[in-house]
């Protein structure tokens, strides 16, 4: 599940691939620009920096860019990194798996079916770069036709 | 099924890749499917791997790793049943390291009864030639063997495995069981380089041989390989594994999925082989700086977790390190002086102490991973000298696309040239062993046959 963390950090990082490559934003910026709470933004852009997706410069000339070109970057793999296992429900995850109090995992329908969203949801986030997440705001009409034209989206309807 | 188009393939190259690729080509039903096989050494599925004689270098992967066939893991077993080579209470599961000489029977059994059963059909032919050059042509390739004859087909896939050379700067180095390898005093000291698999498998020949001389063993981090664990890998899934990081943050993620794995009660072999399913991909999502560290420092670490040893080669490893027998050292060898056999200066890695040492041979055992770009095989060579290949940007073997396919000097991708097994390590990095190989030669087929 897309936390809020994961949510924000994906807004900072199409923040940052929208400028112009190696330009540094302001932590200030990035929250305001977005609407994201400035000390959590905080937080997010270090551990982004730390499984290197985002470098940072102190001081006055100082703030974040991209380590990397954004069509290098895979949305899912951000998404490990802020939320954790890619899993639509806890009990569909193998490395956090939680149990729910009131099933039975074996027999639980619910979860066999999210079990396959959750590779669905993989096979979507890795696939999509930044750079083509970033672009999506640009045309609504295109990306919503480019959804529908993933092979992805079929199987999952399948 | 697109065999109309492409239905004659060389494969340059007969070791384990090469029979191995052979073997699932020949799955095709197709009846115009034509498949040439060189191969210079004058038996076919051996190569450098298992060419040995010795009885003591086992394989290092257990008995259902090593089939030939992707789809079919009990392959092998099945053989080792029928020839009485296992006992009737084993089963698959039990973990069992045949000799590498048994291994290279297998092969050979299994492309004898190929051929025996393709005679009528002309769909296998096998050259016990070396090749010296593949070129592309206007419709397809050609190969040039060393006894001036060519052989002409669609596609050629090299499958010529390892270097047989050492590498450049081994200076005086030279390896087991080659020419120079003569006869020697079997009280002398002897130096090897590299406290790999390949150290033990000179350690076991030195063995056999009645050498009684202290073997010196030095690598950076003077690491020995881990013994294999009867266990079951974990399961783990593709959305539980933090991708396209930089390497610190994946060795952080991998060490504490160890740490709470053994909390848990499971051994770190589980863990580490239950990662093996994803390795490809891990390494094709690694940003290339973080693929240049973790060749720089820490696939030593991983090398001797990964590829483990047979429960009872470590064991006599670790009776002759205690023993004195092996010695392994932490370190550099700094300077090399030939005289009357060598006189070595090692630098130690952790207290920089220089130590000087007179040994009588150098052994080189730092694996066989080798720079492409330097070497010695003449097809390789050729390709790259002539800039239809090039090294991948590590170094590690040939630039390759994800679909093995040769990529150029000027970075065009050959539809005509393509590589399996060891070659294709800066792509698909874990492409060394068995288990690994047949599923690329599974796909590679399939690609190309449909
Ligand atoms: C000592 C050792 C032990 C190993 N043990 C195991 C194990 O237990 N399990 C496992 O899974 N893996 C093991 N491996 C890994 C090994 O890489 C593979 O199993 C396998 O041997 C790879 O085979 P290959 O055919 O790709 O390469 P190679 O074994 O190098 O074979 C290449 C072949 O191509 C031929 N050739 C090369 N150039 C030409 C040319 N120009 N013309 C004609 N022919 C040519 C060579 O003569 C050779 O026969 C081991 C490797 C080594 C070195």
């Known amino acids: ?158 | 099924m697109s065999v109309g188009r492409t239905n004659s393939i060389i494969v340059v190259g007969g070791g384990a890749s090469g029979v191995v690729l052979a073997a699932h080509l020949l799955k095709s039903p197709h009846p115009d499917l034509r498949v040439t096989l060189i191969e210079k050494r004058p038996h076919f599925g051996q190569g450098i791997a298992y060419s040995t004689l010795l009885s003591a270098h086992v394989l290092n992967v257990s008995a259902a790793g090593m089939s030939a066939y992707a789809d079919d893991p009990g392959n092998f077993w099945r053989w080792l049943q029928a020839r009485g080579l296992v006992s009737q209470e084993q089963t698959p599961q039990t973990p069992f390291y045949a000799p590498r000489s048994v291994y290279a029977r297998y092969l050979k059994e299994l492309l004898d009864e190929l051929e025996v059963r393709e005679k009528g059909t002309g769909r296998l032919r096998l050259i016990r030639e070396e090749s010296l050059s593949i070129s592309p042509t206007s419709s397809g390739v050609e190969v040039t063997l060393a006894n001036g004859t060519s052989v002409v087909a669609h596609l050629a896939v090299l499958a010529t495995g390892h270097d047989e050379q050492p590498g450049a700067g081994q200076g005086h180095a030279i390896r087991m069981g080659t020419e120079a390898d003569t006869a020697l005093d079997p009280e002398a000291r002897v130096l090897v380089l590299g406290t790999g698999l390949s150290m033990v498998d000179a350690f076991l020949s030195l063995e056999q041989r009645g050498h009684k001389g202290e073997i010196v063993a030095v690598s950076r981090r003077g690491l020995l390989p881990s013994p294999h664990r009867k266990g079951n890998p974990i399961k783990l899934d593709v959305a539980d594994i933090p991708f396209g990081t930089q390497l610190s943050y994946f060795v952080g993620w991998f060490r504490d999925l160890i740490r709470e794995n053994q909390k848990a009660g499971i051994d770190w072999r589980d863990v580490v082989d239950g990662l093996r399913p994803f390795n490809q991909k891990i390494w094709q999502n690694w940003p290339s700086s973080a693929k240049r560290r973790f060749v720089e420092h820490t696939k030593a670490w991983w090398d001797i977790h990964r590829h483990r040893l047979a429960p009872e080669v470590h064991a006599r490893v670790t009776e002759a390190v205690r023993t004195g027998r092996i010695r392994p050292v932490a370190g550099r060898v700094v300077g090399i002086e030939a005289g009357d056999g060598f006189s070595i200066d090692i630098q130690s890695r952790h207290t920089q102490a220089l130590e000087t040492l007179q040994v009588a041979r150098i052994y080189d055992c730092t694996g066989i991973a080798r720079d492409i770009s330097t070497t010695s095989n003449s097809v390789v060579r050729s390709l790259v000298d002539r800039g239809l290949a090039r090294p991948d940007p590590l170094r590690l073997g040939l630039d390759v696309s994800a679909k093995c396919e040769i990529i150029a000097g000027d970075g065009s991708v050959s539809a005509k040239i393509l590589a399996v097994g060891p070659l294709t390590r800066g792509t698909f990095f874990e492409i060394d062993a068995i288990p690994d190989i047949r599923v690329q030669c599974a796909r590679l087929s399939k690609q190309l046959l449909g």
């Open chain 1, 1 to 158: 599940m897309l936390t809020k963390k994961g949510k924000y950090g994906l807004k900072a990082l199409v923040h940052l691939a929208q400028l112009p490559a190696g330009q540094l934003a302001f932590v200030g910026d990035i929250a305001s620009g977005n609407n994201i709470p400035k000390k959590f933004l905080d937080a997010i852009l270090g551990e982004l920096r730390n499984a290197g997706f985002v470098q940072s410069r102190k001081g006055k000339e100082g703030g974040y860019r991209l380590a990397r070109p954004a069509d290098e970057i895979k949305v899912g793999h951000v998404v490990r990194v802020l939320d954790g296992p890619l899993a639509p429900i806890p009990c569909a995850s193998r490395t956090q798996y939680q149990r729910c109090e009131d099933c039975n995992e074996a027999t639980c329908q619910v979860r066999h079916l999210m079990l396959e969203v959750r590779q669905a949801i993989a096979e979507v986030l890795d696939q999509r770069t930044l750079a083509e997440m970033r672009d999506i705001v640009l045309d609504d009409l295109t990306v919503a036709r480019g959804i529908d034209g993933l092979p992805l989206t079929q199987k999952v309807l399948a």
